[in-house]
């Protein structure tokens, strides 16, 4: 008995050790946690095309993974880079007319208010969006820069993944401590889940935003390209989406005396914005895997609180990944000994 309590005890004692470990090693390089997020993303989404390459086209491993890291660039972070660019133009300008954004405002509101005898806006309110803008904007400019610096940590740890995939999923195959179906099954729904968030969500996003594009194009509003961007970064938020742009540039239409166009801003987005989210949801969520609304809401309010905007597509992911561990492990310790029965 004194044996096998011996090895129990080096056995906890080791595994309290790695823990520890593992976790101040977690602490020193969170920071670099968004970029070994992303990597493992674009690892997940490209590694079929690396094996391809590699071992039925000969290619040698560093070329595959140098054209496949560079086509992720082309497709995915040259475009939104530029839309990056275009809105940090916008927030430096806004940081250098913060006093005429609030006279503006301000005329807007007195408008608004001649019109329908309603205040939107009152001094106070005022003052203090001036304030928030003041503290936010900056801090905009120095999201960028820590994006800049997520990417190229990501595409560092990307490499390496790519070149060692088989080895590395060899490691991670026989070192997980479950039954082999339940590591099968932890590699499969891992796969579906990145897919249909990292996917799936900006995809959706991006629909959204060429819909209400289209509507910007035909009632002439001012910048349609630079609301496209936006409505497309806004549609990835939960509840709001899109209406957080259509919605106050409908209102902004309207008292600035652009009547029809107002309205027609406002009908279109409510009608046809909103209505495209809920069908293209629906028809991709059968073709690339379902993800709960619900997971998609309070998962992105995690998200952008751990990691910021990259926490838009992880957040669902953490959640979704906590559902299936839990699932995972009551196959693989619990057994129940009762059978519930649901009375109709």
Request: net charge positive.
């Amino acid at each position: 008995m004194s044996a096998i309590d011996n090895e129990r005890l080096k056995q906890i004692c080791f595994l309290l050790i790695i823990v520890l470990l593992a976790t101040l090693l977690f602490i020193e390089m969170y920071t670099f946690f968004p970029g070994f997020l992303g990597a493992i993303t674009l690892y997940v989404i490209s590694r079929n095309y690396m094996f391809r390459l590699v071992e039925k086209r000969n290619w040698k491993k560093p070329l595959a993974a140098a054209m496949l890291m560079i086509l992720s660039f082309i497709i995915i972070l040259l475009p939104v880079g530029l839309m990056i660019n275009m809105l940090t133009d916008k927030v430096s300008y806004a940081m250098e007319h913060t006093s005429e954004l609030i006279a503006g405002l301000k005329t807007l509101n007195e408008r608004i208010h001649s019109a329908t005898k309603v205040d939107v806006l009152s001094q106070v309110k005022l003052e203090q969006l001036q304030g928030y803008l003041t503290a936010v904007l900056p801090r905009l400019l120095g999201a960028t820069f820590n994006t800049l610096t997520t990417i190229a940590i990501m595409y560092f740890i990307l490499y390496f993944m790519l070149v060692c995939g088989r080895e590395m999923e060899a490691y991670l195959y026989e070192y997980i401590p479950l039954k082999d179906e339940n590591v099968l099954r932890l590699g499969s729904e891992f796969r579906k889940l990145v897919i249909a968030n990292a996917v799936g969500i900006p995809l959706i996003a991006i629909i959204q935003g060429i819909v209400s594009l289209i509507g910007y194009l035909v009632f002439k509003v001012p910048e349609p390209i630079f609301w496209f961007a936006v409505t497309c970064c806004t549609s990835m938020l939960p509840v709001v989406g899109a209406a957080a742009v259509y919605v106050p540039m409908g209102v902004y239409l309207l008292g600035t005396g652009n009547t029809w166009q107002g309205i027609a801003v406002l009908v279109y987005g409510f009608a046809v914005v909103g209505t495209s989210d809920n069908i293209f949801r629906f028809i991709l969520a059968k073709k690339i895997g379902d993800v709960h609304p619900m997971i998609t809401v309070f998962g992105v309010l995690v998200g952008v609180n751990l990691f910021g905007f990259i926490g838009l597509i992880f957040g669902p992911l953490l959640i979704s990944m906590f559902i299936l561990l839990l699932e995972i492990y009551s196959n693989e310790f619990l057994t129940k000994k009762r059978e519930v029965r649901i009375e109709k």
